[in-house]
């Protein structure tokens, strides 16, 4: 009598698998690079503060206000994440080397997060944070067009950096970089005041 192959079937569903994950992750990365890539303040939210003449000191105070939890008496990096944006995805890793690269070990490093408290001290571990705080994006509409971003202050508690992390597709794929241009220059004691609204990458509105 004729044994039976055992092996042919799981063979051939396998096979099967491999070539539907093969489609599917090329279908996914077609439909990603064929987005168009969104401004950070796509509506115009940061013009009030372009407009003023102390348009960042103004921005930063509305920062501090939201925020007072925080002292800002040295410098302070925080970095806004939305757990419903899949634009966030790729973000974690990014910080995780900037934090390696380029902040100080004195920086206070921030979390703000709209994810619920049972999950922050995984969140703390993967994005290497000395805290977290937890926020509504309601309440910052006004002032954050869009996530992900990021907040630098000084270690005179002024804002020097407001924007998204970094252009491009995924976090990081873009060679404009204002954040580690900005971290730099304070590095060598300048005093900057930038607030970044045109960048063009892969963001989510508030």
Not at 48 to 74: D, H, M, R, V, W
Not at 128 to 151: D, G, K, M, S
Request: hydrophobic letters at 40%; glycine letters at 6%.
């Amino acid at each position: 009598m004729q044994q039976l192959d055992r092996t042919a079937l799981p063979l051939k569903t396998l096979s099967v698998l491999i070539i539907g994950w093969c489609i599917s992750t090329l279908l996914l990365l077609i439909v990603i690079f064929n987005q168009p890539l969104e401004l950070f303040d796509r509506y115009g939210r940061m013009d009030i503060f372009f407009a003023a003449p102390n348009g960042s000191s103004l921005l930063g105070q509305k920062i501090k206000t939201q925020f007072n939890e925080l002292s800002y008496t040295g410098p302070t990096l925080l970095h806004f994440h939305d757990t419903h944006c899949d634009c966030s995805k790729s973000v974690p890793d990014y910080i995780l080397d900037l934090h390696k690269r380029l902040v100080p070990n004195d920086t206070e490093k921030v979390l703000v997060t709209n994810a619920e408290k049972n999950s922050w001290q995984e969140l703390k571990n993967r994005f290497a944070v000395n805290r977290i705080i937890q926020f509504n994006t309601v309440n910052v509409r006004e002032w954050l067009p869009a996530t992900p971003a990021a907040a630098l202050f000084d270690n005179r508690g002024e804002l020097a950096y407001f924007g998204p992390h970094l252009g491009g597709k995924f976090c990081g794929s873009s060679s404009v970089n204002q954040l580690e241009w900005a971290l730099n220059l304070i590095a060598r004691g300048e005093n900057l005041n930038i607030i970044s609204a045109s960048s063009r990458g892969c963001f989510c509105e508030t």
